[in-house]
């Protein structure tokens, strides 16, 4: 199926702008116009979903998170940027593993999750052919980029 990209993530940004006001968060959000892709447009929503809603519950008010689409050669780029908690680097490997969640989260009381967030996102992510990475500092914020092929 052909996918928007573009009408994807500009969907996906008005479902979090409530949520990211709410909460005293900039969403920023940078979506070039005409993008396209093959895949199932409702599994690459969950995924972007899944993202976005990692970056707003990590991330404390007045942080910023940043969607953004940059078109390469054969492929496209998904980013999700934010100022956040961070991820020890002791983590970072487990990130994708079902059902893990870093300490720091398990200990936060104001966000339940069950972990299996991130290893959904993989899982899209690969169905679709594509590639995800994830980095984080502790203190500056987290960034994953899934790279999809067009
Ligand atoms: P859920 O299944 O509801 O998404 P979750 O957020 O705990 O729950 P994952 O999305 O799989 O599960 O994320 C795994 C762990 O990675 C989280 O528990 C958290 O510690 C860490 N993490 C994921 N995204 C971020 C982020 N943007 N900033 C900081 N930590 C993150």
Redesign the pocket.
């Known amino acids: 199926q052909t996918v928007s990209v573009t009408d994807l993530v500009q969907h996906v940004a008005d479902l979090f702008e409530p949520i990211a006001d709410a909460k005293g968060l900039a969403l920023e959000v940078i979506n070039p116009p005409d993008i396209t892709l093959q895949g199932d447009p409702d599994r690459l929503a969950q995924l972007l979903i899944?993202l976005v809603?990692?970056?707003c519950?990590?991330t404390d008010t007045g942080g910023h998170v940043t969607l953004e689409v940059t078109p390469q050669r054969g492929s496209i780029l998904l980013r999700v940027a934010?100022t956040?908690?961070?991820?020890d680097p002791a983590?970072v490997p487990h990130?994708f593993d079902r059902f893990?969640?870093?300490d720091?989260?398990r200990a936060r009381g104001d966000t339940e999750?069950?972990?299996?967030?991130?290893?959904i996102a993989k899982w899209i992510t690969e169905a679709h052919r594509g590639k995800i990475q994830l980095s984080?500092t502790p203190g500056v914020g987290?960034t994953v980029t899934v790279q999809l092929p067009v």
């Open positions: 899944i809603d990692n970056a519950k990590y934010d956040g908690t961070g991820i983590d990130v893990y969640r870093a720091k989260a999750g069950t972990g299996l967030g991130l290893a984080s987290t």
